[in-house]
């Protein structure tokens, strides 16, 4: 497995290792992202953490019940 984090300041990328997956943490995007290796795939899949963070700071919180 190969891991790629880029930083939010600088937008350096650091990889470690050479293996057949990559996910990506990019901080300065706010997202964690995966390219399928399959050679019939290819399919970019992302996880759009600051479109989430959006959307709880929107949300209420969530009820809490004392027994």
Avoid at 7 to 17: A, P, T
Avoid at 24 to 44: A, G, P, Q, V, W
């Amino acid at each position: 497995m190969q891991i790629a984090v880029k930083c939010e300041r600088c937008g350096n990328i650091f990889k470690q290792g050479e293996e057949d997956l990559c996910l990506e943490i990019d901080f300065m995007n706010k997202t964690i992202s995966y390219i399928c290796r399959n050679s019939s795939c290819k399919h970019e899949n992302i996880l759009d953490l600051s479109n989430w963070q959006k959307q709880q700071k929107h949300s209420p919180l969530p009820t809490i019940r004392i027994c």
